[in-house]
């Protein structure tokens, strides 16, 4: 007993000392102005030979390639005595270091001017520090804890909030580099507000950092606005995620700098809105809220397992983006809704757009809703220079996902009194959530099969996800009262921009199916009359249009790299439709939609 005792302690001592071997990083903000930061490295209990240095290429809740390695320049590398260690590089991204005795310290300057939820930005208002874009790693060290040392603006009472346990003064701790890399930070002059949730026997602590040039009531107002999505889209799910840490905290910039973005994490999300909450904000940014929160069911841990484990070098490609997306997107203005933020018929409105920027594509004609899915890394923020031809290719995987999950959830509705959407993302989060399981296409399937039935799941399946057929929204819409308006305008389908000269020009690439597009009128196309009829802004085009009949061949004269020419084109019929209420519906219909917009904290 007393030698297996030793063993133990041995191995627990072991173990202790081990777990403190920590990745070890200081970022400082003296350089702010000028949108840099001081950063330094240490890792140290390295084994002999050659060690990889990385920086990241992508970032968690990114697809595409980002490359942050162009930002980073004063590079220098030390063993732990201080000496200068061998280093090459083998591409942009990596730094092979030999020579070194057993540690090495690493010291760059990072240049940062995009704030988002992707990209850092430092200036003299605030720093936002997303990891991956800012934080050399070693990846064979994937499993180390790691500790981070804010160094902030004492002259600008800059504070930190992020989503790592604190271990006081500033520094904080992720229990592995995905966890690091996974954990935004705020660094600012900014307030903090916070509520409790319920979850069972647990309690968690909701948190905004909040950036912004407002008052504080304004930060009150808002706060009470983000309580209601949290607590409504609890009751879609049944409870909510285990927060670690106890808390979840949006961290919010507010500020004319920053570009427009949310980006989920798991305990937080990064929130940047260029327009403030005096201006409109308190109600036009909330939705970003409602996306980013449900997200930490619906993306962080009900996960795909295309996405596991995620990989820092490479573009992310998956088939699962019309679900974890997409149905995230659908219940981002359906939460809207629920709550009272936005109206029914602003609901309706934005269900409009939104319908007419799928159903309306030809991309549907060769790509299904995993194919779409798949292109996630070619216009995920994507970086290229030349032109896509993305209305004839390419329809988001957030749009056509959110249609898919309005068919899905009305059908569901209109073909069993007792069964929803909600029901069924609660059933796949006890599956594959709370378990924390990575799933596959196949496991929405078979879900879907076990909670409709299999004559549904694989109509669903086989018309809508393995194919890409139109749902028959005149019934699904039908069932609550909703019918699909369309004023059947004369059409020609390009888009017009006018210039500053008064120049009709066609300002996108032309969609195949369209009248432009069969004439062979095309992007930069100066369109001179049509008809015979001419016009010197947007309304007088329109006019000129709209008094064309329908299946009529009108003259288009037109000019093309400096040339006159002349095609005849065929008016064809707007497609664009909106959702209308029926005036007199019936009772059955106005109920079903009742139970589908109503708060479900009601049940």
Not at 563 to 575: A, L, M, S
Request: proline residues 4%; neutral net charge.
């Amino acid at each position: 007993m007393r030698s297996f005792s030793i063993i133990a302690f041995l191995f627990f001592v072991t173990q202790l000392s081990f777990a403190q071997i920590r990745n070890k990083y200081t970022i400082s903000f003296d350089n702010a102005e000028h949108h840099e930061a001081k950063i330094t490295a240490n890792f140290s209990n390295l084994q002999s030979g050659t060690v990889s240095l990385k920086m990241s290429r992508t970032s968690p809740g990114r697809y595409a390639i980002h490359d942050f390695a162009k930002n980073v320049y004063d590079v220098r590398i030390t063993d732990g005595k201080g000496k200068e260690v061998t280093v090459t590089k083998p591409n942009l991204h990596q730094w092979d270091i030999s020579g070194h005795d057993g540690t090495i310290n690493v010291y760059y300057t990072l240049f940062a001017n995009k704030g988002d939820g992707t990209y850092p930005q430092f200036d003299e208002t605030h720093a936002i520090v997303n990891n991956p874009a800012t934080f050399m790693y070693v990846p064979t060290l994937k499993d180390r804890p790691v500790e981070i040392l804010y160094v902030v603006r004492d002259d600008l009472q800059w504070r930190v909030s992020t989503q790592m346990k604190p271990l006081g003064n500033n520094s904080y701790i992720a229990e592995n580099l995905y966890d690091f890399m996974d954990s935004p930070a705020l660094i600012s002059n900014h307030s903090v507000k916070q509520f409790k949730i319920g979850n069972g026997n647990a309690e968690y602590t909701i948190k905004m950092a909040l950036d912004h040039n407002g008052t504080d009531e304004e930060a009150n107002t808002f706060l009470e606005e983000i309580k209601k999505v949290v607590e409504e889209q609890k009751h879609i799910f049944g409870d909510y995620p285990s927060f670690d840490h106890d808390e979840y905290v949006f961290l919010v910039s507010f500020m004319p700098q920053v570009s427009n973005d949310g980006m989920e994490h798991r305990n937080s999300t990064v929130i940047t809105k260029t327009r403030s909450l005096a201006d409109g904000g308190i109600k036009g940014n909330i939705s970003t809220f409602a996306h980013e929160f449900f997200h930490s069911w619906n993306m962080e841990r009900i996960r795909p397992l295309s996405l596991e484990p995620f990989d820092f070098e490479k573009e992310s490609m998956t088939q699962e983006l019309w679900f974890a997306e997409g149905f995230t997107s659908y219940y981002t203005n359906l939460t809207l809704c629920r709550t009272g933020i936005i109206s029914e018929d602003e609901y309706f409105n934005r269900i409009t757009n939104t319908f007419n920027s799928v159903w309306n594509s030809p991309a549907l004609s060769t790509y299904n809703p995993k194919d779409m899915s798949q292109k996630a890394p070619f216009f995920d923020w994507a970086v290229y220079n030349d032109p896509i031809n993305v209305n004839n290719i390419f329809v988001s995987y957030y749009s056509y996902g959110s249609m898919l999950a309005l068919a899905l959830d009305l059908s569901l509705r209109d073909y069993k009194d007792d069964l929803s959407l909600d029901d069924f993302m609660k059933l796949f989060w006890t599956k594959y959530g709370k378990t924390e399981i990575p799933y596959t296409i196949e496991n929405v399937f078979i879900t879907l099969r076990e909670y409709a039935g299999e004559s549904f799941a694989d109509n669903y399946f086989k018309d809508y996800i393995n194919n890409s057929e139109r749902p028959d929204f005149k019934k699904i819409l039908g069932s609550v009262a909703i019918f699909l308006k369309s004023d059947k305008a004369p059409y020609i389908g390009a888009e017009i921009d006018f210039t500053k000269n008064g120049l009709a020009k066609i300002s996108n690439y032309t969609k195949r199916g369209t009248p432009a597009y069969e004439a062979g009128l095309e992007k930069g196309d100066i369109i001179v009359s049509i008809g015979n009829k001419s016009f010197s802004d947007i309304d007088q085009y329109k006019e000129v249009v709209s008094k064309n009949k329908i299946g009529k061949k009108v003259a288009v004269k037109f000019k093309r790299h400096g040339k006159d020419r002349e095609v005849f084109v065929k008016i064809g019929t707007d497609p664009k439709i909106e959702l209308a209420k029926y005036t007199k519906p019936n009772e059955k219909a106005l109920a079903l939609r009742a139970q589908w917009l109503s708060s479900q904290q009601k049940k």
